[in-house]
């Protein structure tokens, strides 16, 4: 039987390479991708298309709502990460390569993590530096997505 970690020790809280990791770790493990199985088509699809971030506004419009508002809440989160680049070297596509098999990956996962990466990173990207217009208070996901339903705060507290 292992003993559950103490997460208020010092040496685990100051370390935000080990909140990262559970973060990640959390999304890789889920039964069904953030962005989907269904929508894998779809979003590869949008990096064809002549404005990409129309086109993922349309793919996200089409989510799930809890899979939605998660959405939005990482991506939010991720694109104020990129605020710290100049600390962290996490750029926008340093953190769509690291994210991207994470969030959007084939049901039929017989392709490399590497390939799909090539595939997927540069919709997570665009995901990440448009988070604002994709999921703000004129975003066009909020026209087509759940947040045309609900009257829940359109930004969440900690942005």
Known sequence: VQECPNLNEEEIVLDP????????MFFRELSEPLLTYALY????????????????ATCLGKLPPAHWWTTRFLFYHLHRMTGHKDQTNMTARNLALVWAPNLLKPDNDVSSSLQQAYTTAPIVEAMITHAEWLFGDEGVACMYGPCRNYSLPVRPLCV
């Open 17 to 24: 390479h080990r909140v990262s990791a559970l973060c990640k």
């Open 41 to 56: 088509d779809d979003f590869c699809a949008c990096s064809k298309a002549p404005h990409l971030p129309t086109a993922i």
